[in-house]
């Protein structure tokens, strides 16, 4: 195994939920497959569920993960002393 990708917190009626992923075989890191596995749950939760917003969280000190999310489209939207908060949303996908 790689890693995992999910779509929580969904929201139907407000259209939104929360992308997370998790990649656990550090062998595979930096191969671009954490990349394509979001642009693919963005892509399925935008098309597919009718989603208009997609939030996602991650701790201050992954880095990786954050030039990732920015790279997939995500804006930071705040922090605090532990995570930083992140938004993507059907429109700036367009």
Do not use: P
């Not at 075989?25 to 990349?35: F, I, L, S």
């Not at 954050?66 to 705040?78: A, E, N, S, T, W």
């Amino acid at each position: 195994m790689i890693g995992e990708v999910g779509l929580r917190h969904i929201n139907f009626s407000e259209k939104s939920c929360e992308l997370t992923i998790c990649m656990v075989n550090d062998q595979y890191k930096n191969h671009g497959y954490g990349t394509q596995a979001e642009k693919l749950a963005l892509r399925y939760a935008f098309q597919n569920m009718d989603m208009k917003t997609i939030l996602a969280d991650v701790l201050v000190k992954n880095t990786r993960s954050q030039h990732v999310l920015g790279k997939v489209g995500f804006v930071c939207i705040g922090e605090d002393k532990e995570f930083r908060y992140y938004r993507c949303t059907k429109h700036d996908m367009e």
